[in-house]
């Protein structure tokens, strides 16, 4: 497995083995639990998991405030496995022909599900494949750089969003050197394999620039998103952007930089 490569999206009718899964029945799941739009299911106590529970369940609140999109209608099912070991084994025989991910988002059928196991990285994989989950449900396409760049953003605990996310301090280096990541090169993407540490860290930064840059770039995001949702020909965002805001460059250097100066900075 890629070291970077560690989530993926699965389009709507893609593997047609899909159509044959064998999930194991509620009942079979000991711990249940109704959080929002998702219906998580493991073979672990989801007790001591309530704080994530209850930000899965804000994650919802927050797409729909933040990007203005419509909420899941719905529900999401969510597996969740106490160990590697039991998650391969259970993977290999519902999905053989996958590659092995540590967590991972599947759609078809008009089926959202997610599946991760309690790794180092659980609580980030889980809040990344359940944002990758509430786009998909709404909006018929995504861009895969768009799509990668909220759910690694969001991925982030809330509290660590502005200024605490991993991949803060390169963009923010970066920045004050006077890089800016190109849009119109992730655009260009148009496979997960092409997608390398490099292009998550582009995607997460122009996502970062847009919810806490200036309120125009936000905007052009939430028409971009509705857009799609509306099926109408969005164009390409980074024009849009580039329309809107002139000296988009400059804005986004003063936007990373304000981020890093602000007092909630959580290191
Ligand atoms: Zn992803």
């Given at each position: 497995m890629s070291l970077y490569h560690k989530t993926i999206t699965i389009a709507v009718g893609l593997i047609p083995?899909?159509?044959?899964?064998?999930?194991?029945?509620?009942?079979?799941?000991?711990?249940?639990?109704?959080?929002?739009?998702?219906?998580?299911?493991?073979?672990?106590?989801?007790?001591?998991?309530?704080e994530l529970l209850s930000e899965l369940a804000a994650l919802q609140a927050e797409l729909v405030r933040?990007?203005?999109?419509?909420?899941?209608?719905?529900?999401?099912?969510?597996?969740?496995?106490?160990?590697?070991?039991?998650?391969?084994?259970?993977l290999e025989r519902i999905y053989p022909t996958l590659p092995f991910r540590r967590a991972f988002f599947i759609r078809a059928n008009g089926l959202g599900r997610v599946f991760a196991y309690k790794s180092s990285q659980f609580e980030?994989?889980?809040?990344?494949?359940?944002?990758?989950?509430?786009?998909?449900?709404?909006?018929?396409?995504?861009?895969?750089?768009?799509d990668e760049g909220l759910a690694s953003y969001f991925e982030v605990s809330a509290r660590n969003r502005l200024n605490g996310a991993p991949y803060f301090s390169s963009v923010?280096?970066?920045?004050?050197?006077?890089?800016?990541?190109?849009?119109?090169?992730l655009e260009k993407i148009g496979d997960v394999a092409s997608m390398g540490k490099a292009e998550y860290?582009?995607?997460?930064?122009?996502?970062?620039?847009?919810?806490?840059?200036?309120s125009a770039a936000r905007d052009e995001l939430v028409e971009?998103?509705?857009?799609?949702?509306?099926?109408?020909?969005?164009?390409?965002?980074?024009?849009?952007?580039?329309?809107?805001?002139?000296?988009?460059?400059?804005?986004?250097?003063?936007?990373?930089?304000?981020?890093?100066?602000s007092q909630t900075a959580q290191r």
């Open positions: 083995l899909l159509l044959s899964l064998e999930i194991a029945p509620a009942a079979e799941w000991p711990y249940i639990r109704t959080v929002g739009p998702f219906v998580c299911r493991a073979d672990f106590n989801l007790e001591p998991q309530h933040t990007l203005q999109i419509a909420p899941a209608k719905e529900a999401i099912e969510v597996y969740l496995f106490h160990d590697e070991v039991t998650y391969r084994r259970y980030a994989d889980l809040r990344h494949e359940c944002t990758h989950a509430l786009l998909h449900a709404v909006l018929p396409f995504v861009p895969l750089w768009l923010l280096w970066n920045a004050r050197f006077g890089s800016v990541p190109k849009m119109e090169k860290r582009d995607s997460w930064a122009w996502i970062h620039f847009m919810c806490h840059g200036p971009y998103l509705g857009d799609l949702a509306a099926q109408k020909p969005p164009g390409l965002l980074s024009e849009r952007l580039a329309r809107r805001i002139p000296s988009l460059s400059s804005e986004f250097k003063v936007s990373i930089k304000r981020a890093a100066n």
